[in-house]
């Protein structure tokens, strides 16, 4: 049957749509999946569904329905479809992979890092929990990956808030220390990312502009503190690419102090 059925055409396919014979749906539907008809695959997985339930083939269709919305890239329907089977099936034969697929199509769907980034964070969470359901899975190090990219698109999301803060200076109020703080906390939030030397010399940057730019009674302690900066920076990046900007703020700083 099914090598016959790898036969039909588009007018056969409207047929079977209509179709009340869901077994023979069922079969057809697993036939266009594995030639990737995506497409004609969900949708007759979609009709058989219902009819599906308590039968031996219930789990099978769900998860694959989820692979199709998967392949053919709608990554939000894929998702829900995912959820619905680990929801339905906490202990099926696809719950494990599933969960994993349902977090990686959230994945896959994040924005650039300069929109909001709502489904980014929905994202992470979906891959914690993964994670925490199944410590010692083989997806365990693809889920970390993916954690770790996903964490780094927040954190440029908030180095560009720093460095738009850094870029208005003194307009309209103390920009600077926005600056800092947006930094600081990017960095004590995600400490590993790929930007801490980035984030790191921008707020060195951001002190000493404040300092260049303050008012006297200020200026010495906020010279002093990007002093202190400076030794932290460099302790930190002893070879950083930034060093001869870090090094001349410092020498300018002393300068100023002095």
């Known amino acids: ?87 339905t099936y906490p202990k099926g034969v696809y719950a494990e992979v599933a969960r994993f697929m349902s977090a990686k199509a959230l994945y896959l769907d994040t924005p650039d890092p300069r929109l909001d980034q709502s489904s980014t964070i929905r994202a992470i969470n979906e891959i914690q929990v993964f994670t925490e359901y199944y410590p010692y899975s083989e997806y365990k190090q693809a889920a970390h990956d993916m954690l770790y990219e996903l964490h780094d698109r927040l954190v440029e999301k908030e180095y560009r808030s720093a460095k738009l803060y850094y870029d208005l200076g003194n307009y309209m109020g103390n ?17 590993y990312t790929k930007l801490r030397e980035d984030l790191s010399i921008l707020i060195l940057r951001a002190r000493y502009s404040m300092a260049k730019e303050s008012v006297r009674d200020k200026m010495i302690d906020r010279y002093r503190d ?26 300018d700083s002393q300068k100023a102090i002095k």
Do not use: W
């Not at 220390?177 to 960095?187: D, E, R, S, V």
């Open 175 to 191: 920009n600077y220390q926005a600056c800092i703080i947006t930094a600081q906390n990017a960095l004590n939030d995600y400490p």
């Open 1 to 87: 049957m099914l090598s016959a059925v790898m036969l039909v055409g588009c007018t056969q396919y409207a047929k079977v749509q209509k179709s009340m014979d869901y077994d023979y749906k069922y079969e057809l539907a697993k036939v266009y999946y594995m030639e990737g008809e995506y497409s004609q695959a969900a949708s007759l997985l979609e009709d058989v569904l219902a009819f599906m339930k308590g039968t031996m083939y219930a789990e099978e269709s769900l998860y694959m329905l989820s692979m199709c919305y998967f392949d053919m890239k709608d990554y939000v329907t894929a998702s829900h479809y995912f959820t619905t089977y680990f929801n």
């Open 226 to 251: 990007t002093i202190d900066e400076y030794h932290a920076f460099k302790n930190e990046f002893p070879e950083s690419k930034y060093l001869k900007e870090a090094e001349k703020i410092y020498r």
